[in-house]
């Protein structure tokens, strides 16, 4: 039944699946299975990015100087609410990786302190943390692990690098978690690794990149020290925009964002905005976190300010947050299911499930799933599976070229690959605009092309 439409059209009930492909900007011929990746949106949203620029090139000055700062504070409060969080510990960033280099560039690191990160965390925050240990007093550790395993196996192995660290003198000081790992995509088990550091006095940061949006995020029970979220992968809003949660007893320690603008705290001193500045909105004295993010250099804000409308969208349109989580995880599960069958292989889980157990790793709006495509270097572990001789480590490269090229030039869609232990694995990501036909399409099509390069015949 259709509702009467408000001028954001945003009042409109549709359901998931194929009728919500008209809600969205994206060519009727392209199969969207990677959204979380570039972020996919609304029409909806779409027009109101438009209205937001076109008012800023009507009035450019004004709109930046007084229009901006109060739109900024109406989608922090909207994001605050969504994650069960202060919206004065909330500020925006472009991205999950600025985020996470900005929590780390205000640490001050101390000899003998460590920063301990998992055998899964995100490539460039590594390369982040290596960076500033050139520089700083830091060491890094990694929780070395590998899948498939279970979460319970993930947090021993933490444990027992935090306890090795701690018996060579040295202070566990930060640790890098992840909600869901990028790819292979499982849901860690963040919850209980938040824990053990909570129990262990070592301070977290949260890389929740792949979160909001597909599940709910409940920061006042998890109460992490830092948590950055991407909000352009899952919650409909356009790229790129990020929330960077400081936790209100963690805030003295940033001083500067990244790059270093007016905000600036010097030590001993004061921040010095403009005396025109209308960025912090109608707050005359705005605490000195949120003003030190008011003022980032010459930055894009227009994809945070059109939070809300996203906001109302998926509450208007998708009936609510509980509904969109529900879909994408069933989705996942059934999609996921679906390809391992045609493909004759399995999705990525805990190893040994009980009948009738649900997969915690599972438990997300994505699916791993492995291709029938062995590589040499494995093959020995898992040869009663490969039916066929198994890829050399030469062949690994264009193997995955090619299907990465020809699912965009013939099937008009594109899928992270990857090789990971001895396999090829696909990801697959669930959104309200796929049914379960969608992810039998990205199957039937990676069977053929799987027998193509198994025979020898990618030309």
Excluded at 45 to 57: C, F, M, N, P, T
Excluded at 209 to 231: I, T, Y
Excluded at 372 to 396: C, H
Excluded at 437 to 452: H, I, M, Q, T
Aim: charged share 20%; aromatic share 10%; net charge negative.
């Amino acid at each position: 039944m259709l509702r009467s439409t408000s001028p954001n059209g945003c009042e409109q009930r549709i359901s998931f699946g194929k009728p919500m492909l008209e809600a969205f900007c994206m060519d009727p011929e392209y199969t969207n299975l990677n959204a979380p990746s570039c972020g996919s949106w609304p029409k909806a949203v779409s027009d109101q990015l438009k209205i937001l620029w076109a008012k800023l090139e009507a009035q450019p000055d004004l709109f930046s100087e007084f229009s901006q700062g109060l739109a900024l504070q109406e989608a922090r409060r909207d994001i605050a609410h969504l994650v069960h969080a202060e919206d004065s510990e909330c500020v925006f960033v472009t991205n999950a990786t600025t985020g996470i280099f900005t929590v780390l560039y205000n640490q001050h690191f101390e000899e003998r302190d460590v920063v301990v990160t998992l055998s899964t965390t995100y490539g460039a925050i590594d390369y982040a943390i290596a960076s500033l240990a050139e520089t700083r007093p830091l060491q890094a550790r990694k929780v070395e692990f590998e899948f498939p395993t279970t979460g319970q196996d993930v947090v021993s192995q933490f444990k027992a690098a935090v306890a090795q660290i701690k018996a060579e003198g040295l202070r566990p000081r930060l640790a890098v978690l992840e909600t869901v790992v990028s790819i292979p995509a499982v849901r860690m088990p963040f919850e209980e690794l938040l824990r053990v550091c909570q129990r262990e006095g070592i301070m977290t940061l949260l890389d929740g990149a792949h979160s909001v949006g597909q599940f709910e995020v409940r920061l006042d029970e998890l109460q992490p020290d830092f948590f950055v979220a991407d909000l352009h992968k899952w919650l409909f809003v356009p790229r790129p925009c990020a929330l960077l949660y400081v936790a209100q007893r963690n805030q003295h320690m940033f001083r500067s964002t990244v790059p270093t603008s007016f905000g600036f705290i010097p030590k001993g001193g004061q921040h010095t905005l403009p005396l025109w500045s209308q960025m912090v909105g109608s707050v005359s004295a705005a605490p000195s976190f949120e003003t030190l993010f008011a003022y980032t250099a010459t930055s894009d804000n227009m994809p945070h300010m059109c939070i809300p409308t996203a906001l109302r969208f998926r509450r208007d349109v998708c009936g609510g947050e509980a509904a969109i989580y529900e879909y994408l995880s069933r989705l996942a599960q059934e999609g996921g299911d679906r390809v391992a069958s045609i493909l004759g292989t399995e999705v990525l889980e805990e190893p040994a499930l009980a009948v009738g157990t649900g997969s915690q790793m599972r438990d997300c709006g994505i699916a791993t799933i492995r291709l029938p495509l062995a590589i040499v270097d494995g093959a020995s572990a898992v040869s009663s599976r490969v039916l066929y001789a198994p890829l050399t480590e030469e062949e690994v490269g264009p193997a995955v070229r090619y299907l990465t090229r020809s699912l965009a030039d013939i099937y008009k869609t594109w899928l992270p690959i990857i090789d990971y232990r001895g396999w090829i694995w696909v990801r697959l990501c669930a959104q309200i605009y796929l049914e379960v036909s969608d992810f039998e399409f990205a199957a039937n099509a990676l069977k053929v092309l799987c027998e193509r390069i198994v025979k020898r015949e990618t030309g």
